[in-house]
């Protein structure tokens, strides 16, 4: 294996895979309420836990801050070894993707180390969904600062809690998945009712559903998403569809 964590082929031809730089993913898997739509390998929660997203049940001390679902490319910047670097959701390089979106996610990042430089201490990373190339949502977009919406902050393992990395996020100017309600659960008509149409982000296909995070004395307790039955995942992509990439993106070169 290379220095730089690229795969590399083995005396035998065989391709090596490439490394986790942090070990383990770059960002997990998120169960869904009851009547999401699911996909491959989706997972929903009881209709009781739910409860506790949705208002019907409330206990002292829980805080719950639902936000737009964003559909781009789960990735992330971490920094480790004082080196910032990009990220696939598994946790890979976004150098070693076989997908050209996330070499230009890569590149995004390369142009912008001072700002993850500043905002990013030893150990930590930031999420969110990069917009460059549609997967099953369509978005118009020209500014290059526009392209990575940010969701979430970790130190290592740890989820910091919703302001700390709203505070952050937004002292360096990262745009962030728009807030629908923060305070009581809220039912999931009411959210994507909300939401309406197009959602906060120009969703031009339609908004793809919504995020429940739950805070329990002002640390991460539990997540939760909705998804709409009529969403299609990566209806965009060309795998999928045998055609070129749709791109999202409209701005100057990357």
Not at 174 to 192: Q, T
Request: charged share 25%; net charge negative.
């Amino acid at each position: 294996m290379t220095s730089n964590g690229m795969g590399r082929d083995a005396p035998d031809g065989v391709r090596v895979k490439p490394v986790k730089p942090l070990g383990y993913k770059a960002y997990g898997s998120t169960p869904h309420l009851p009547e999401s739509r699911l996909g491959p390998g989706d997972y929903s929660m009881t209709p009781e836990q739910a409860t506790l997203f949705t208002g019907e049940r409330r206990r002292k001390g829980d805080r719950i801050i639902v936000t737009e679902k964003i559909d781009g490319s789960n990735c992330a910047v971490a920094k480790k070894d004082g080196e910032i670097l990009a990220l696939q959701r598994a946790g890979y390089l976004a150098a070693t993707s076989p997908f050209a979106l996330h070499h230009a996610f890569d590149r995004w990042v390369s142009a912008r180390k001072a700002l993850f430089d500043d905002l990013l201490s030893e150990g930590e990373r930031i999420v969110g969904e990069w917009l460059h190339t549609a997967m099953g949502t369509r978005y118009e977009i020209e500014d290059p600062d526009r392209l990575f919406v940010t969701f979430a902050m970790f130190a290592e393992r740890q989820r910091l809690p919703f302001d700390v990395f709203a505070a952050r996020n937004d002292g360096v100017g990262l745009p962030r998945a728009h807030v629908i309600s923060d305070g009581e659960g809220v039912a999931v008509g009411d959210v994507m009712s909300a939401l309406g149409e197009n959602g906060f982000h120009g969703a031009l296909d339609g908004v793809e559903g919504a995020v429940w995070v739950l805070e329990t004395a002002g640390e991460f307790n539990a997540i939760a998403k909705f998804v709409k039955a009529d969403k299609i995942d990566g209806k965009y992509m060309s795998g999928v569809t045998g055609l070129p990439e749709v791109v999202n993106y409209r701005g100057p070169e990357l």
